[in-house]
């Protein structure tokens, strides 16, 4: 259940004994489809989820600051006068990597006390590194008196990433949860660096989303998510093109290495895909929806190879029931999003968990995403109200 505004201006004040200036909501977000696509200038279509991170902040007098998690009760105390050369020793790590390298992007100067609440879930496939990044962007620069543009925040938090944490991450999380609009889906443009809200109001369709975290770990996903970028960039440069959305299905047949020309022919049809169910979802076809979801997973499987055993049972098993599923994020393990009627939530949770058991797996993780949330935002009491 998610936090009120009267609840974590309580848990502030019996941490750090006065109140706080400022408090925002970073969503995590879940991709419905085009994944594997946005290094390669392609498109996607994520949604921001109501599992959040909650950052609060206040402004100290001092050359401290201070950090507690509610995620594994983790307390931090760091010096300012230590922190530039901390901040300098990449790559950086853990919860005190991820505060001096806002820190250090803002210019801060000033010490602070800060609390981080979560409902989000690590490691599966929610960004919730990109959730943290930008929930302290945004309020250690509003406690630090600085005004971010939109654009600039979201770059930053790539940063965050990219140059202190040495995670090769792209645009899309920061951008997704920055811009997330509820009730809508984001149809982003990689390749523009930009998005803008498309409808994708299931909810109002008698539809939910669930996110089923298989439990696999994703021992794979660095790797061979850096071994992903390398062939779609050769493809690219076989064929010619700056990036293989300036492809098209006749071309990749020149590509005479296989192993090429299947990851260029997922990135060129799932471009396609997230086109065709940004047109269902306005459209109210719901069961084209299902169907591309489900031709999206088989990509990702057979053409991509980024699925697993376990993934690619879960979604046939929804599949079976009519479930409109796919694998979503890098692959090599994590997490299932799922398209299903409102009264198929206990079936769901009953078949999978019998069946996870029956394999001798860890049961799975379900989470259920009523409707599409609202991206990153200022918390105030009138809001909550």
């Not at 085009?34 to 290094?39: E, L």
């Not at 010619?240 to 296989?258: K, M, T, Y």
């Not at 990702?300 to 980024?306: I, K």
Request: net charge negative.
């Amino acid at each position: 259940m998610a936090p009120t505004w009267a609840s974590l201006q309580e848990q502030f004040f019996e941490r750090f004994g006065q109140e706080p200036d400022s408090i925002w909501q970073s969503p995590g977000r879940i991709n419905l489809i085009g994944d594997h696509t946005d290094y390669q200038g392609g498109l996607a279509l994520p949604i921001a989820v109501p599992y959040s991170t909650w950052v609060l902040g206040r402004m100290r007098a001092d050359q401290t600051i201070r950090v507690y998690s509610d995620y594994g009760q983790e307390e931090i105390h760091i010096q300012i006068p230590s922190m530039r050369s901390l901040a300098q020793n990449r790559p950086l790590r853990g919860l005190a990597g991820f505060v001096m390298a806002a820190w250090d992007l803002l210019r801060c100067e000033q010490g602070m006390d800060l609390l981080i609440v979560s409902t989000l879930p690590v490691a599966t496939g929610l960004s919730s590194s990109a959730s943290l990044s930008l929930g302290l962007l945004a309020t250690m620069a509003e406690i630090m008196g600085q005004s971010v543009p939109q654009e600039q925040m979201i770059a930053l938090a790539r940063m965050i990433e990219n140059e202190y944490l040495g995670v090769n991450s792209g645009i899309l999380d920061p951008l997704a949860i920055a811009k997330g609009r509820a009730n809508s889906a984001l149809l982003v443009d990689a390749l523009l660096q930009d998005a803008r809200p498309v409808p994708f109001d299931y909810a109002q369709n008698g539809m939910s989303l669930w996110i089923i975290d298989t439990q696999t770990p994703r021992t794979l996903a660095a790797s061979e998510y850096d071994k992903r970028v390398w062939e779609t960039q050769e493809a690219s440069r076989m064929l010619g093109v700056a990036n293989l959305r300036d492809a098209n299905g006749q071309s990749i047949e020149r590509l005479a290495d296989p192993v090429l020309r299947a990851r260029a022919r997922h990135v060129i049809r799932e471009n396609q895909r997230v086109e065709w169910t940004v047109e269902a979802a306005q459209d109210g076809d719901w069961d084209r929806v299902k169907s591309l979801f489900w031709a999206s997973h088989q990509s990702l499987s057979q053409d991509f190879m980024v699925s697993t055993a376990v993934l690619d049972q879960t979604v046939e098993w929804l599949q079976e029931m009519g479930i409109g599923a796919r694998l979503t994020g890098a692959g090599f393990g994590g997490s299932v999003v799922a398209l299903a009627y409102l009264g198929q939530g206990e079936d769901i949770t009953r078949r999978l968990t019998q069946a996870y058991c029956e394999k001798g797996w860890h049961s799975p993780i379900f989470l259920e995403v009523r409707s599409p949330a609202e991206g990153l935002h200022k918390l105030t009491y009138e809001r909550t109200q």
